[in-house]
């Protein structure tokens, strides 16, 4: 009988636990006890709820006990610090919300609780979700487990490097312009960005309205998929939430991939793309051929634009919703404020880092009067003729596919001080934001020790597929096991 | 496109964000270059092309006009940083 439960996937760990192998609270003090001893290397987490955790777990044992159990219950997993979570700080990895206890749960984090999933923690995150390197958090830089000199990605940094490091053996995450699939592919593990609006943003704090949309990350398709059952779902409190069927994410994955039509963009494999990411995504697409899949040449023309029409929707988005911290209901307020001016002001000055500080008066001077028309307006029709090249290429083919991230993770340090230099490293991540489509990150190979991550993307509400596409390919390689070795 | 220090005080001022005077010419190159990136849309021609509000041209959805919270006054209040009488306090705006 081992005990090396972080060696588990969430199936693994869902039939122990029904089997009576294993209790929720000896599982859940198995990991509380990893993050205890080893998360001092990565800080990936911002608050560990030991206590609550213990009590959600003895709570799931009941259930489980009464015969009244989902397949999550009992299963311990984190959450991005950006979830609202009732009574537990929810900072945003930010100063501004720093001291910012939770008064509502986010419906993502309700969800969970109702499924019995127990929460472990709240992960590190890049300051309020912008950021591609987690190295903007007020709480400090989160550290790839790979290799502790680089970056996890970002922005849900924390939850990837948690989940690689196997310290949780899965974790919430949410993706405005890759914040899921990059992490994802830069720590080695499978991560899902859903169709916009397939789960609510509510309690989920906001940064691009348009954009936002959660996702889980963990070990495996499969888990993914286990997850996404109990994330998605209309909920009426979130006006963009949709009100679709939400199907068993689980009911497709075993369905053979013969005949599946995968469609390459050239725009994906040009300049920028390290040769040796290259490599590794063609090794993973001749392994789909294996599995019967025809690959399809395909052209996203206006996909280069991606990046420009993303730093005028997201800042422009995020000034508007980040007003909201004021320094008057909540969050942090300037000492001695001498007028309401001053308060505003240096609440907001010295509450928000550099990198929202840039977004937030680019989005200021975008939306200002008179440029409305030139950035905002610009932006919104470019948006369209993006999301039209994507269905005219879902008219031809089943799924997208390429590299997630143009290269490994980087060097700590390396491109903090050059902001364009950190966007590019969304630039096949942020294209699937702007049209609303759902995409994910699966491991599939390395280079120089570091995890590459093969993305595919679908069509509007195609998770099961993605999530099938994704499986088989699991079952068939074992990228997706492979734990860094100073963690394993 | 380029930015001078004046209109990045301006914008500062705009957003109500206090930049210290020293970090400013570091946002005037980092705000320069942003938009220059952003120029790159220029390269396109949107003639007539529809703005995208949503990516499934979804449209807001109403409700009933009716009350489904309750009032949690206090317990949002406990979170502010200064309140009296379940008042929030600011500094004094009137004379």
Redesign the interface.
């Known amino acids: 009988m081992s005990s090396r439960y972080h060696e588990k996937t969430i199936a693994e760990l869902s039939a122990m636990l029904h089997a009576g192998e294993v209790s929720s609270v000896e599982l859940t003090q198995y990991f509380l006890d990893r993050i205890k001893s080893r998360d001092g290397e990565l800080n990936s987490f911002i608050t560990v709820t030991e206590e609550q955790a213990l009590a959600a777990a003895k709570a799931a044992d009941e259930r489980i006990k009464n015969g009244e159990a989902g397949p999550l219950t009992g299963v311990p997993i984190a959450h991005k610090d950006i979830f609202c979570t009732d009574g537990v700080r929810t900072s945003c990895g930010s100063k501004m919300l720093d001291n910012f206890i939770s008064p509502y749960d986010a419906t993502v984090v309700t969800k969970m609780k109702q499924a019995g999933v127990v929460m472990l923690g709240k992960t590190n995150m890049d300051e309020f979700a912008m950021g591609s390197s987690n190295e903007t958090s007020f709480y400090g830089a989160v550290k790839n487990p790979w290799n502790t000199q680089t970056v996890p990605g970002g922005s849900s940094g924390g939850s990837a490097a948690a989940v690689a490091a196997r310290l949780a053996p899965a974790a919430t995450g949410t993706d405005t312009g890759g914040s899921i699939r990059q992490p994802a592919s830069m720590c080695g593990i499978t991560g899902i960005k859903p169709t916009y609006g397939r789960i609510s943003r509510f309690g989920m704090i906001a940064f691009a309205s348009s954009l936002d949309q959660a996702g889980p990350m963990a070990q495996s398709a499969e888990d993914c998929a286990m997850l996404l059952n109990a994330m998605a779902g209309f909920d009426e409190r979130d006006s963009t939430c949709l009100d679709n069927e939400v199907p068993d994410y689980t009911a497709e994955l075993e369905k053979p991939l013969a005949g599946l039509r995968i469609g390459l963009p050239k725009e994906y494999f040009g300049e920028g793309l390290s040769p040796a990411v290259e490599q590794v995504i063609r090794d993973a697409l001749d392994e789909y051929k294996k599995l019967g899949a025809e690959l399809i040449d395909i052209e996203l023309p206006n996909s280069g634009l991606s990046v420009p029409v993303y730093y005028v929707v997201a800042p422009a988005e995020c000034s508007a919703n980040l007003s909201r911290f004021d320094g008057v209901r909540y969050g942090y307020r300037c000492a001695d404020p001498v007028d309401l001016m001053d308060m505003y002001t240096r609440s907001r000055g010295e509450g928000f880092g550099a990198e929202v500080k840039r977004r937030i008066m680019v989005g200021t001077y975008a939306l200002s009067s008179g440029y409305y028309d030139a950035y905002y307006l610009k932006s919104q029709q470019l948006r369209h003729k993006i999301s039209d090249d994507f269905k005219e290429a879902f008219e031809k083919v089943d799924v997208i596919m390429g590299p997630t991230a143009p290269d490994v993770a980087f060097k700590i340090g390396e491109k903090s001080d050059d902001p364009i230099a950190m966007y590019l490293s969304d630039i096949y991540t942020i294209a699937v934001n702007l049209a609303g489509l759902p995409g994910m990150s699966v491991p599939a190979g390395f280079v120089n020790g570091l995890p590459v991550g093969l993305q595919i993307t679908g069509n509007y509400f195609k998770e099961s597929q993605l999530l099938n596409v994704a499986h088989q390919y699991q079952k068939n390689t074992n990228w997706h096991r492979a734990i860094p070795e100073d963690f394993a | 496109m380029s ?1 001078d220090a004046d209109e ?1 005080k301006k ?10 005077e020293a ?1 400013i010419p570091g ?1 005037v190159s ?2 320069s ?3 220059d ?8 021609d ?1 003639t007539g ?8 041209d ?1 449209v ?2 109403l ?1 009933e006009d009716k009350i489904t919270e309750t009032n ?1 006054r206090e ?2 209040q ?5 309140t009296e009488d379940g008042l ?1 306090l ?4 009137i004379e």
């Open positions: 930015l990045v914008i500062a001022y705009l957003a109500r964000l206090k930049i210290d970090d946002y980092n705000l270059n942003i938009l990136l952003v120029e790159q849309m220029n390269a396109v949107t092309v529809l703005p995208m509000s949503h990516p499934l979804a807001q959805r409700r949690q317990r949002f406990a979170i502010a940083p200064a929030y600011v500094p004094q705006v």
